[in-house]
């Protein structure tokens, strides 16, 4: 190590924390030495032309956190300051974010967060986050002069707004009354904070905004104090004259009423199903309603045979299940177009009715492999399985159809795992395969994880790898098997990589380097959740190096959940950092919860379920890559029928990529995931 890299490697961690705990601009200040001598270097680094030394030099300044520090981060982020680069520029945001209540430092940030353009955004999509690292640290500040200047930046159009609420959601106001009475026209983006911050100081702005606001305010405003559990703002039903005249008039009332539980809800709702032009909008207000009364109108919309709104018609049904809802989505269970929907909607309908639905379906040939797979995802998710499923499963089992053998392995698994154990080993690909899909769900994961240890290339050896989510079937597995499902970067690809990277070591640390940095954030987000668990300690050094200018979200959530699950002390400080200003909110809160003391799991199974039908006119095999809440990407093969079922998710939002899959003992080829 060089003499002067010595100098800021002593420099970052002896002084890491002096930002934060710096004294009151109006404080007496005496430099010592070390702050003499790291300013001077600072300066030559920065008015030299390499930019590692650039960087160095920003965050030792952000380090010290002394007056002529700051002096020079300012300076550094004036139009011809020497942060020039993207990189540089956010850099110096961030050190300059615990001085934020200083006046030169608050109006240094509003000029960044203000002057990015449009095109400077597209030319390098850093400037977003060095806006919203921007606003982050005025509002963090809770300085009357930044928040001003965000209340200003509510007013203006675009993506200053945007960061300006995002950032005042992120850390409130004391005063949310200044928000409202800052100069310049009250604005939508005010009213969704005012919504957002989910607080009652906020009804007396929000009534403020609905006495003396624009139209279009007032219903946005309405419909906030609404949101709000306020229903004084509910005024009196719209004419259906002034309905059809005023959609979007009648569409807010019936936000209203729907969220008031009024019983004029369903009436408006349905005359909006009647409406071309509302009638998306108010397919999910009836979702949200559960009113028997709206069927009528939900059967109108299907008659129509508009195939694009099948799904929240069923979804809407399903949630009715009354005799006539339940009864229309039997009929489109029996239909072959409209089957995979219609089973969705049954397996997730409440009651009895929808239950006898799925039953009568199970009875019927042509029907009783869709109604079994909807069957067992309904005992997953209701606890309430149709009678004589198992039975059903047992002879599908017998079924000289793949497909059928398929359903019979998940289902089978699923609901005994003495059986998942013994039918993930069976000599039968279509039943093993179903059965790997269900075995981490079922206690049979360890049985899974033995067979991909030595199972070949090929679609078996791809559903096995699910059994990774598991932390005692991921330590039986060599990591040769790891690194081979990695290169056939199939739908296995994620899941293998995360594996890897758990047990990171001298010599896979190249590799998971180079996926570290890969284009896909997908790869990079499974790399930095395996290296939370990494035995190796500069495996910290290389998450909190990947989230310094990370852009996308769900990366950086992956990153901050890896470094929140890192033993070492001085975690802490990228935690701090995130918590503070990262634009993302869930990884704020996450980053929050790791400093309170909370160390994250990576999967955690639930009662979740997930359906889809993945159609190719080539009749490929198919495929997912399935993304569950907390970020670990599994691997899901579709039934030799096209469709695709997986039980067991944690609770929460998922994001799904459809994944090619080759012929049996091909290559799949470079960007299969």
């Given at each position: 190590?060089?003499?002067?890299?010595?100098?800021?490697?002593?420099?970052?961690?002896?002084?890491?924390?002096?930002?934060?705990?710096?004294?009151?601009?109006?404080?007496?200040?005496?430099?010592?030495?070390?702050?003499?001598?790291?300013?001077?270097?600072?300066?030559?680094?920065?008015?030299?032309?390499?930019?590692?030394?650039?960087?160095?030099?920003?965050?030792?300044?952000?380090?010290?956190?002394?007056?002529?520090?700051?002096?020079?981060?300012?300076?550094?982020?004036?139009?011809?300051?020497?942060?020039?680069?993207?990189?540089?520029?956010?850099?110096?945001?961030?050190?300059?974010?615990?001085?934020?209540?200083?006046?030169?430092?608050?109006?240094?940030?509003?000029?960044?967060?203000?002057?990015?353009?449009?095109?400077?955004?597209?030319?390098?999509?850093?400037?977003?986050?060095?806006?919203?690292?921007?606003?982050?640290?005025?509002?963090?500040?809770?300085?009357?002069?930044?928040?001003?200047?965000?209340?200003?930046?509510?007013?203006?159009?675009?993506?200053?707004?945007?960061?300006?609420?995002?950032?005042?959601?992120?850390?409130?106001?004391?005063?949310?009354?200044?928000?409202?009475?800052?100069?310049?026209?009250?604005?939508?983006?005010?009213?969704?904070?005012?919504?957002?911050?989910?607080?009652?100081?906020?009804?007396?702005?929000?009534?403020?905004?609905?006495?003396?606001?624009?139209?279009?305010?007032?219903?946005?405003?309405?419909?906030?104090?609404?949101?709000?559990?306020?229903?004084?703002?509910?005024?009196?039903?719209?004419?259906?004259?002034?309905?059809?005249?005023?959609?979007?008039?009648?569409?807010?009332?019936?936000?209203?009423?729907?969220?008031?539980?009024?019983?004029?809800?369903?009436?408006?709702?349905?005359?909006?199903?009647?409406?071309?032009?509302?009638?998306?909008?108010?397919?999910?207000?009836?979702?949200?309603?559960?009113?028997?009364?709206?069927?009528?109108?939900?059967?109108?919309?299907?008659?129509?045979?508009?195939?694009?709104?099948?799904?929240?018609?069923?979804?809407?049904?399903?949630?009715?299940?009354?005799?006539?809802?339940?009864?229309?989505?039997?009929?489109?269970?029996?239909?072959?177009?409209?089957?995979?929907?219609?089973?969705?909607?049954?397996?997730?309908?409440?009651?009895?009715?929808?239950?006898?639905?799925?039953?009568?379906?199970?009875?019927?040939?042509?029907?009783?492999?869709?109604?079994?797979?909807?069957?067992?995802?309904?005992?997953?998710?209701?606890?309430?399985?149709?009678?004589?499923?198992?039975?059903?499963?047992?002879?599908?089992?017998?079924?000289?159809?793949?497909?059928?053998?398929?359903?019979?392995?998940?289902?089978?698994?699923?609901?005994?795992?003495?059986?998942?154990?013994?039918?993930?080993?069976?000599?039968?690909?279509?039943?093993?395969?179903?059965?790997?899909?269900?075995?981490?769900?079922?206690?049979?994961?360890?049985?899974?994880?033995?067979?991909?240890?030595?199972?070949?290339s090929g679609r078996l050896r791809t559903q096995l790898a699910?059994?990774?989510?598991?932390?005692?079937?991921r330590a039986r597995v060599p990591t040769s098997v790891l690194?081979?499902?990695?290169?056939?970067?199939?739908?296995?690809?994620?899941?293998?990589?995360?594996?890897?990277?758990?047990?990171?070591?001298?010599?896979?640390?190249?590799?998971?380097?180079?996926?570290?940095?890969?284009?896909?954030?997908?790869?990079?987000?499974?790399?930095?959740?395996?290296?939370?668990?990494?035995?190796?300690?500069?495996?910290?050094?290389?998450?909190?190096?990947?989230?310094?200018?990370?852009?996308?979200?769900?990366?950086?959530?992956?990153?901050?959940?890896?470094?929140?699950?890192?033993?070492?002390?001085?975690?802490?400080?990228?935690?701090?950092?995130?918590?503070?200003?990262?634009?993302?909110?869930?990884?704020?809160?996450?980053?929050?919860?790791?400093?309170?003391?909370?160390?994250?799991?990576?999967?955690?199974?639930?009662?979740?379920?997930?359906?889809?039908?993945?159609?190719?006119?080539?009749?490929?095999?198919?495929?997912?890559?399935?993304?569950?809440?907390?970020?670990?990407?599994?691997?899901?093969?579709?039934?030799?029928?096209?469709?695709?079922?997986?039980?067991?998710?944690?609770?929460?939002?998922?994001?799904?990529?459809?994944?090619?899959?080759?012929?049996?003992?091909?290559?799949?080829?470079?960007?299969?995931?």
């Amino acid at each position: 190590m060089s003499i002067r890299r010595a100098w800021w490697w002593l420099l970052a961690t002896s002084l890491a924390g002096s930002a934060q705990a710096a004294p009151p601009p109006t404080a007496p200040v005496t430099e010592s030495l070390l702050d003499r001598t790291g300013i001077s270097l600072a300066e030559r680094e920065l008015r030299g032309t390499d930019p590692a030394a650039h960087e160095r030099a920003i965050l030792g300044l952000g380090a010290l956190g002394t007056p002529r520090a700051i002096e020079l981060l300012v300076k550094g982020l004036e139009p011809n300051g020497l942060a020039q680069s993207a990189r540089e520029r956010l850099l110096s945001v961030r050190a300059l974010a615990p001085a934020a209540r200083e006046a030169r430092v608050r109006d240094c940030l509003l000029r960044v967060m203000t002057s990015i353009s449009a095109g400077a955004e597209r030319a390098d999509p850093l400037q977003a986050l060095i806006r919203d690292t921007a606003a982050l640290a005025l509002s963090a500040s809770g300085e009357d002069g930044a928040l001003a200047g965000l209340a200003r930046a509510l007013r203006q159009p675009g993506r200053v707004a945007q960061a300006a609420r995002n950032a005042l959601v992120a850390h409130p106001p004391a005063d949310l009354a200044r928000l409202v009475r800052a100069h310049g026209t009250p604005s939508l983006e005010l009213v969704r904070l005012l919504e957002e911050l989910d607080d009652e100081r906020a009804y007396e702005p929000l009534r403020a905004l609905l006495e003396r606001g624009g139209a279009e305010l007032r219903a946005e405003a309405g419909k906030a104090l609404t949101r709000l559990g306020n229903f004084d703002s509910i005024g009196p039903l719209p004419s259906p004259a002034r309905a059809a005249a005023d959609p979007a008039l009648s569409l807010s009332a019936a936000e209203l009423l729907v969220r008031a539980n009024d019983p004029d809800a369903a009436s408006l709702v349905a005359r909006l199903l009647g409406a071309p032009e509302t009638r998306e909008r108010a397919l999910a207000l009836a979702h949200k309603l559960a009113d028997p009364a709206l069927d009528p109108a939900l059967l109108s919309v299907l008659s129509e045979g508009d195939s694009s709104l099948l799904a929240p018609v069923f979804a809407a049904l399903s949630q009715s299940a009354s005799a006539e809802a339940c009864e229309a989505l039997e009929r489109a269970a029996s239909s072959k177009a409209t089957a995979p929907l219609a089973l969705q909607a049954l397996s997730r309908a409440p009651g009895e009715r929808a239950r006898a639905a799925l039953e009568r379906l199970l009875s019927k040939p042509e029907s009783r492999r869709g109604a079994a797979r909807a069957g067992v995802l309904r005992g997953a998710w209701l606890d309430d399985p149709p009678h004589g499923l198992d039975a059903e499963l047992e002879a599908l089992a017998r079924s000289k159809l793949g497909a059928d053998r398929a359903v019979a392995g998940f289902g089978l698994a699923l609901r005994d795992p003495g059986r998942a154990r013994e039918l993930v080993t069976s000599s039968d690909p279509e039943l093993a395969e179903g059965a790997a899909r269900a075995a981490p769900f079922a206690g049979a994961a360890l049985a899974a994880a033995d067979r991909l240890a030595r199972e070949p290339s090929g679609r078996l050896r791809t559903q096995l790898a699910l059994s990774l989510v598991d932390a005692r079937a991921r330590a039986r597995v060599p990591t040769s098997v790891l690194i081979a499902l990695i290169e056939e970067q199939g739908p296995a690809t994620p899941i293998a990589l995360f594996a890897l990277a758990e047990r990171d070591s001298e010599e896979t640390r190249a590799r998971l380097l180079e996926q570290l940095s890969s284009p896909d954030p997908l790869l990079r987000a499974q790399v930095a959740l395996g290296l939370g668990d990494s035995d190796d300690a500069t495996a910290l050094g290389l998450l909190e190096s990947a989230y310094r200018f990370e852009l996308e979200p769900e990366v950086r959530h992956a990153l901050v959940h890896g470094l929140a699950r890192r033993r070492q002390p001085v975690r802490r400080r990228a935690l701090a950092l995130a918590a503070r200003l990262d634009p993302d909110r869930a990884t704020r809160s996450l980053a929050a919860l790791a400093l309170a003391g909370v160390r994250p799991a990576a999967f955690v199974p639930g009662t979740g379920i997930f359906t889809a039908t993945l159609e190719r006119s080539d009749g490929a095999p198919r495929g997912a890559v399935v993304t569950a809440p907390g970020g670990l990407a599994l691997p899901v093969l579709a039934d030799p029928d096209g469709e695709l079922a997986l039980a067991g998710l944690p609770n929460g939002p998922i994001d799904v990529r459809v994944a090619l899959l080759p012929a049996e003992g091909k290559s799949p080829g470079r960007g299969t995931p």
